[in-house]
């Protein structure tokens, strides 16, 4: 029985900074960050959205009624979860009006968190296989103000739902996974932005990209010729790029020329968006499936997964005829390009509007387009509202 990625819908912020405009007012060369660095917007998470609502607005744009019919388990990857104790899977499995009758449940490992839920989704799947999983990677990306980390923040959800005979990628048998217990970024409890040792987390991340490229090469006998495509985890896209650039040592002209014209689709999204941390894979797998015209079924795609801490996992898909399909006919370039361009100083202000499961307070929300959205801490609950009985994924594009 084929198992896979069945449809992939995407939610982020409608503003954001020119990376540009941010390098000059933290005194660097634009080149370090567009260039360097390989980022040209950085998404800016307002205040009135979170993990919860982001995901939201990303899974209504695939959900079709059978789908919620069909749906029995949620999985919600992130590591910037609202609570320690309760799931944010329950409060969007509610948001979504998902029936009672289903499990929900947070899973954390840095950004490895969505690719745990895609193998956790698919043993569900091959014992239950009327069934669809929702799986979510969503995230919101903070380093701080004029930290080395703060070119590579940003924010979204990823909606994937995991089934039989999937739409778009179907999931291959053979993977390489690898953990070790090292400190290159981590969220200590209570602190509301991460602490990274940057340049050792991009060399951890390069290393266990070639433990478990090689291992999966060693297991499968495949070679570069075997892929259309290799996608990775792209806290920036440059570091991709250096990841790819280890597949291709020693490779052929023609496997170099194609996997790094098919990488520049891949990390366009991304580059536009900034940092989803557990999202970032999947947001490059949107891009790629969106932006390249050589996409076609029956290609194998290499996913590079990596979650600081560490764990990383390389495994393989099949891309399926119906590919399109299952991206729901959004038009994601278009939804991109609507968004509205902020000045660094209002970027700062909305960072530190936050509001954080400890605090109280209302927050405003008339300017967010989004059709699912945060309104404050009440009684250290959070509140959530929805635009409408039934919030239509089509609002964010009109009150944009
Ligand atoms: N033109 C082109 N490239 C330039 C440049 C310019 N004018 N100025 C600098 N660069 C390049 C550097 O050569 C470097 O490239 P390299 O990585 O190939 O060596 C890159 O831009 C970054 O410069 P660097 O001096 O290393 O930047 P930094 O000390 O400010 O730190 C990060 C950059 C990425 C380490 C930092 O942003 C960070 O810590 N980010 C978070 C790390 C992270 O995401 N970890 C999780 C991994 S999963």
């Known amino acids: 029985m084929k198992i896979g990625i069945n ?24 080149n370090k960050y567009l260039i360097g660095i390989g980022q040209s917007k950085m998404a800016v998470v307002p205040p009135s959205q979170d993990v919860v609502t982001m995901a939201a607005n990303a899974a209504i744009r695939i959900l079709t009624k059978e789908d919620r019919d069909r749906i029995s388990f949620v999985i919600f990857a992130t590591e910037s979860g609202i609570d320690n104790s309760k799931a944010a899977a329950v409060y969007l499995a509610h948001l979504l009006g998902l029936k009672n009758e289903i499990r929900a449940i947070e899973l954390k490992q840095a950004c490895y968190g969505a690719t745990a839920g895609i193998q956790l989704a698919r043993g569900f799947v091959a014992l239950n296989p009327e069934n669809e999983v929702l799986v979510i990677a969503a995230d919101n990306a903070r380093y701080g103000i004029n930290t080395p980390g703060e070119p590579t923040q940003g924010g979204g959800a990823v909606a994937m739902l995991i089934s039989q005979n999937p739409q778009i990628l179907a999931l291959e048998e053979d993977s390489t996974a690898f953990t070790q217990d090292i400190m290159d970024f981590w969220r200590p409890l209570g602190k509301t932005e991460a602490v990274v040792d940057g340049k050792y987390s991009k060399n951890t991340y390069l290393e266990f990209f070639e ?92 996913l590079f997964s990596y979650g600081s801490g560490a764990e990383a996992e390389f495994y393989t898909g099949i891309i399926q005829p119906d590919f399109k399909k299952g991206l729901a006919k959004v038009d994601y370039n278009r939804i991109l390009n609507l968004r509205k361009e902020i000045s660094v100083s209002d970027y700062e202000q909305l960072f530190k509007q936050h509001l954080f499961s400890v605090q109280e307070g209302a927050i405003s929300y008339k300017e967010d387009p989004a059709p699912f959205f945060f309104s404050g801490v009440h009684d250290f609950k959070r509140q959530y509202e929805k635009r409408g009985k039934k919030p239509s994924p089509n609002i964010w594009d009109k009150n944009v």
């Open 7 to 30: 449809k992939i819908g995407f939610s982020t912020s409608h503003l954001y900074v020119d990376m540009k405009k941010l390098a000059f007012a933290r005194n660097e060369d634009p």
């Open 211 to 302: 433990e478990t490229w090689q291992a999966y090469l060693d297991k499968t006998g495949y070679s570069l010729s075997d892929f259309a495509a290799l996608l990775f985890h792209l806290p920036y896209t440059k570091l991709g790029l250096k990841a790819l650039q280890i597949a291709l040592k020693d490779a052929q002209p023609s496997d170099t020329v194609r996997l790094a014209q098919e990488f520049e689709h891949a990390r366009f999204f991304n580059s536009e968006v900034g940092n989803l941390y557990t999202g970032s894979l999947y947001l490059s797998l949107l891009s790629l499936l969106c932006n390249s015209e050589k996409t076609k079924a029956g290609q194998r795609i290499g």
